[in-house]
């Protein structure tokens, strides 16, 4: 079976659209590690963020499964590449050790699971694969990343023109 291990903004930013809860629809398995799990929930809740509880409902119902990184020396390893967050050291080295896909936003985090052969993918395919299942509607595609933007989500012109592309092919 297929594995996508989720990054912390992937997770907020489908929240804050509604549309976190189409994960389960998805055919592969979502993991997540315990230190997006930190971040996201147990911090998320203490500032009182909406998508915290939304995440949390998903880790309750099975939608996403909490796991933690038992390669601890690639974890370390990845941790001590500068500009690297923890999470993403972690999201990194469990997709590594499930031979999973990363689903991760930051460019940094991106080249470093390139240059350590671990497939990666952002927020915008989750979105692009919602729309090839009937999910979500093209227009529906282009509002919720109008929507994630106005609520500080990034992307840079280029992946933005490429999912507005993609998605009206």
Known sequence: MQILVLNSTPMIYLAKVNALELLEKLPEK?????SVYEEVVTKGKKRGAADAL??????DRGILEVREVKNKKLFKTLAQI?????TDAEVLALSKELNATAIVDEDKA???ADVNDVP?????YLLLRFSKLGLLTKEEVKTKVDEMIKFGWRCSTEV???????VMS
């Open 54 to 59: 939304l995440i949390e409902k998903a880790i």
């Open 110 to 112: 991106r080249g470093v």
């Open 120 to 124: 990666n993918r952002g927020t915008g």
């Open 160 to 166: 933005y023109a490429e999912i507005l592309k993609s």
């Open 82 to 86: 500068p500009g690297l967050h923890r």
């Open 30 to 34: 979502k993991v997540i590690p315990n």
